[in-house]
């Protein structure tokens, strides 16, 4: 068992009703892994949360609630890790790089959520077997795109069994500004 600590985006309510909807009907089918879980975007990885959350304070108290659309459902190759891609904005990408000067120090030097490697994802799934994202897949393909709207940033702790994420605690929220 190890934990791991990241910056996270945190929806409005109807968009985590949505997508705790879409985890509904997975849980009716027998596809959805991941239990007790809040729908969130993971930002970063961070290694010392003491001293990144005065800077991670600064940079969020200027920051305006965004939104973006969701027009993409992926998988990871080689994981069983299925997920809503949001569009690729400059919005998103000049949020990530700003806040990413802020935090570069406090990160992990092999980590995935570099600006050059990062993929903007909103995990649905993970470690699910072929035939559960063939039917995760029908599950959704009805799936109209929707729009997101980020309203809080977080520092999330999670614990980690066998490589599966089992539990998620906020260690700070912050909101974004109107």
Request: hydrophobic share 40%; with cysteine; net charge negative.
């Amino acid at each position: 068992m190890y934990k791991r600590k990241y910056i996270v985006g945190y929806f409005d309510k109807k968009t985590e009703k949505h997508i705790e909807d879409i985890w509904n009907t997975m849980r009716v089918n027998n596809c959805m892994t991941v239990k007790d879980n809040r729908p969130h975007m993971k930002f970063f990885d961070l290694e010392d949360v003491e001293i990144a959350t005065d800077f991670i304070e600064t940079i969020i108290s200027r920051e305006n609630i965004f939104n973006l659309f969701i027009t993409q459902i992926g998988t990871f190759m080689d994981t069983g890790v299925l997920y809503f891609q949001p569009t690729i904005t400059y919005e998103l990408l000049a949020f990530h790089q700003e806040f990413f000067e802020i935090v570069r120090e406090y990160m992990n030097e092999d980590s995935l959520y570099l600006p050059d490697i990062w993929i903007p994802h909103i995990t649905i799934d993970i470690d699910l077997t072929e035939d559960q994202l063939i039917q995760a897949f029908k599950d959704m393909r009805d799936l109209k795109p929707f729009e997101i709207k980020f309203t809080t940033m977080a520092i999330i702790e999670v614990t980690f069994e066998n490589d599966v994420p089992v539990t998620s605690k906020d260690l700070f929220t912050i909101d974004l500004r109107e």
